[in-house]
């Protein structure tokens, strides 16, 4: 649970359960090892040390290879095969994201700038289906089955298989 503050008008904030950020940050923070960080420099601390040294080495290597995950999505039950290959009109970049309603998870491309700000902010910006957008793309790469460029290689992958489940069109 995070600590209760309350802030000078009255308002009470915290008492809830930690997200998964504040505990990265928890198993991040070196005074567990003894030292003390001041300004992205670690110095040895005048106490002593709570845990080795060894356990330090593989929590943060357990923490680097999960963000690896994360970020590429490869444990993703549904990955999102067209990361970073999306863009809208403008030219932003369009990113993977998704929303559950009644326990259905419906995954979206999001303009950047939309993942940011609200739509009044971002006019122009667009969110598109991934399965739609994901079932054209499979579509075209299976109209053209020598086609294998780098930038496509996952979605081939994916539809070499048949492990893709966007139906037919």
Known sequence: MSKVRIDRHGRRTGGKPCARGA?????????????????????????????????????????AQ???????????????????????????????THANKKGVRYRYYVSQ????????????GRRVPARDLER??????????RVRSRGCSRAWQACAKGGLDVGSS
């Open 113 to 124: 700038p939309l993942t940011a700000s609200a739509r009044s902010g971002v006019p122009r």
């Open 136 to 145: 054209i793309v499979i579509h075209r790469l299976r109209q053209f089955p």
């Open 23 to 63: 505990l990265y940050k928890l198993l991040q923070t070196r005074i567990y090892l003894g030292e003390i960080v001041h300004k992205d420099a670690s110095y040895p601390g005048q106490h002593d040390a709570i845990i080795s040294n060894e356990l330090w080495d593989r929590v943060q290597q357990l923490l």
């Open 66 to 96: 999960n963000r690896v995950e994360r970020e590429l999505g490869s444990e993703a039950r549904v990955p999102s095969l067209l990361v970073g290959l999306v863009y809208d009109e403008t030219g932003q970049r369009m990113t993977p």
